[in-house]
């Protein structure tokens, strides 16, 4: 097999699958061949080059002008006909929001939008943050064993992205069907069979969106970003469109749900097979922060984004030719040992722990990274506190949605002796 220019590709560029359970258990390991031999190659099963060293990756995300993110939402596995038309029969119109935008239009949409991330906005939603953790907490305490995705990592994020967005909280079983619909169909590979119904949930998620967005215009006072975006469009409808709206809803909820769903369940997974950390953090929460940027490093919850070459360009000594593809290994450079010390271990106090590109970087670094932290933040606090002695069960198999992007496992069973809750042996 060759690359476009006509090379032959190597053995490790052949064989690269990243759909392969390998590659969705560990995939920084997975391409350590690439950072040490190959840091830049040509996947011909993906028919995309692979970056995979810290300083190439950050190159990438830094160059918006040259790497445009216009495939980032792009489906890597080609829809067919017939799933093609149930997404016409719901008039699916998915246009580009801000992650997939070009400049000028990106920015000017990220600027006309940010003000909801800023920091006094995000104190409104910690106490129903917090609150939420308590309650769901409470169910499984004195349990003595709980499926911590199942039970709470799962739905608490998507409630809090529908505070977040302003969107009533009702339909939430539905609504989580359609987000993994969306994840399917976008990143995902999908048999003939699983595209219909993936793209009948699509279809239904993208009439839902608009509903939802209808039933807000008549009051779109108070919080929440959607809210926001719908009084700023009637400063600047050209900038806010209501195609863009109508997507915003859509991908809004997507960004910020499974990302932190994920990313907190990776974290956890860590921390607990790390036991002197986690005692570490429940003996001190104020470590709670930088654990959780350590824990981003190493296990993020996006190992992989997408860039298109605008011009015929060159990354890490490697030409590619304009309209070349790349996916950007994220994971892979949170593990070069070129930039991080000892990278494959964790480490509470690296001082460059917040280096790492799990939200990305340069003009379209995740606007809800802290939104995130303050989410993952809590979830830690208030698990140390409660059940600082809960362990992973034994034997579990952690299996993950095969997909190019997303990472984060489907179950994570824990249990602990409740007989040592700290609520029961010191109320
Ligand atoms: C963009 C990761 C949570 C909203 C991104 C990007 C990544 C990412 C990798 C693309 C960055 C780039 O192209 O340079 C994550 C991770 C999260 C998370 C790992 C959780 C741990 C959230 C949350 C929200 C959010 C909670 C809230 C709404 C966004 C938005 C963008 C974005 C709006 C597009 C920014 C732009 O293009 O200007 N995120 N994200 N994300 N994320 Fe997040």
């Given at each position: 097999t060759t690359d476009p220019h006509g090379c032959p590709v190597s053995s490790g560029a052949e064989a690269f699958?990243?759909?392969?359970s390998a590659y969705q258990a560990d995939p920084a390991e997975v391409l350590r061949w690439s950072r040490d031999d190959e840091p830049v190659f040509f996947s011909p099963k993906l028919g995309y080059w692979v970056v995979t060293r810290y300083d190439d990756v950050k190159a990438v995300f830094r160059d918006n002008t040259v790497f445009?993110?216009?495939?980032?939402?792009?489906?890597i596995t080609p829809s067919s006909s017939e799933a093609e038309s149930i997404l016409k029969k719901y008039n699916y119109g998915m246009a580009r929001t801000l992650v997939n935008e070009d400049e000028p239009a990106h920015l000017e949409r990220r600027r006309a939008l940010?003000?909801?991330?800023?920091p006094e906005e995000l104190l409104h939603h910690e106490p129903m943050v917090r609150r939420l953790t308590r309650e769901y907490v409470n169910r499984f305490v004195n349990e003595g064993k709980a499926d911590l995705v199942n039970e709470m990592l799962w739905e608490i994020p998507l409630t809090v992205a529908l505070h977040f967005l302003g969107?009533?909280?009702?339909d939430m079983g539905t609504l989580r069907e359609y987000s993994i619909a969306h994840t399917v169909n976008t990143w995902g590979r999908p048999t003939p069979e699983q595209q219909l119904k993936v793209a009948d949930s699509v279809g239904k998620f993208w009439n839902y969106a608009g509903k939802v967005l209808e039933k807000m215009r008549d009051d779109p006072s108070g919080h929440g970003w959607m809210k926001y975006a719908i009084r700023r469009q009637k400063e600047l409808p050209e900038v806010i469109t209501d195609s863009y709206l109508h997507s915003m809803m859509m991908a809004g909820i997507v960004a910020a749900h499974e990302t932190t769903a994920h990313a907190t369940a990776n974290a956890l997974r860590l921390l607990l097979e790390n036991r002197s950390t986690w005692d570490r953090i429940c003996q001190d929460a104020s470590l709670i922060p930088q654990a959780v940027e350590e824990c981003l490093r190493h296990s993020g919850s996006i190992v992989a984004w997408r860039r298109v070459a605008l011009e015929d360009t060159e990354v890490g000594g490697v030409k590619i030719p304009k309209g070349g593809k790349l996916l950007i290994a994220n994971a892979s450079a949170n593990h070069d040992e070129r930039y991080f010390e000892d990278p494959d271990s964790i480490d509470i106090f690296r001082d460059n722990a917040s280096e790492h590109l799990s939200f990305g970087y340069?003009?379209?670094?995740?606007?809800?990274k802290n939104l995130a932290r303050m989410e993952m933040c809590i979830f830690l606090e208030e698990l140390t506190k409660r059940l600082p002695h809960m362990r992973l069960s034994d034997n579990q198999d952690f299996k993950y949605l095969p997909n190019i992007a997303f990472r984060g496992p489907e179950n994570l069973f824990v249990e602990w002796?409740?007989?040592?809750n700290p609520e029961k042996t010191a109320p």
């Open positions: 699958d990243p759909f392969d445009s993110p216009a495939n980032a939402l792009e489906k940010m003000f909801s991330f800023a969107v009533p909280e009702e340069g003009s379209h670094q995740c606007l809800g002796d409740v007989s040592l």
